[in-house]
Each structure stands twice: as structure tokens, then as C-alpha cells.
């Protein structure tokens, strides 16, 4: 399952941010696959795009950086995918 995860940061945090992330890297676990990572142009966000299969993975990936900052974790779907499950559902009530 895709999720996308969004961290923010206080600009006081911003160096232990940047410090941890050369020392350590991503902090995701194996069972968890990074897709695409952006940072805010403006600072203090990240926006990263994880494949999780396990859900003690997805825990660990939302929590690897709170002691830094907030993280949101939402779950997605390809837009396509979601409207062809609508269409589906649509069908389905039909029935």
C-alpha cells in the first residue's frame, strides 16, 4: 500500500533535521520502500511517497522522525485506480 508521509519541522530544528538525515539517512525500515522524497522549496517540509507492505512498517516509517518534528501519515491511491474502484462500486450498486 502507498503512503505518503509528511514531515514538519520547527525552523529551530531545521540543522538537527539536515545533521540526522547526512548521519543516519532516510530512517525507513527494509520493509518499507521509499518512491519519491521532495523537500518544500520554502524549508521545514518533506514530502515522502513510501511502499509498505507490513503495517509494523508503516509505525516505524511515521515515527522514525517525531523526536524532530510532526508526522502525517496518509494513506493513497493512484487517481486512476481510485476511479476505476468508484466505477466499480458504481456497478455494484446497481446490481
Do not use: C, H
Not at 23 to 41: F, H, V
Request: aromatic fraction near 6%; glycine fraction near 8%; charged fraction near 25%.
Amino acid at each position: 500500500m502507498l503512503f505518503l508521509i509528511i514531515y514538519t519541522w520547527e525552523p529551530e530544528r531545521r540543522n538537527d533535521v539536515i545533521k540526522r538525515r547526512i548521519e543516519q539517512g532516510p530512517l525507513i525500515s527494509g520493509e518499507a520502500k521509499i518512491i519519491g522524497e521532495w523537500s518544500a522549496m520554502a524549508g521545514g517540509k518533506i514530502f515522502r511517497l513510501v511502499e509498505i507492505t507490513d503495517t509494523l512498517a508503516a509505525l516505524a516509517a511515521s515515527r522514525a522522525w517525531t523526536d524532530l518534528g510532526k508526522a502525517e501519515m496518509i494513506p493513497v491511491i493512484a487517481t486512476d485506480e481510485a476511479l476505476k474502484a468508484d466505477a466499480l462500486m458504481e456497478t455494484l450498486a446497481g446490481i
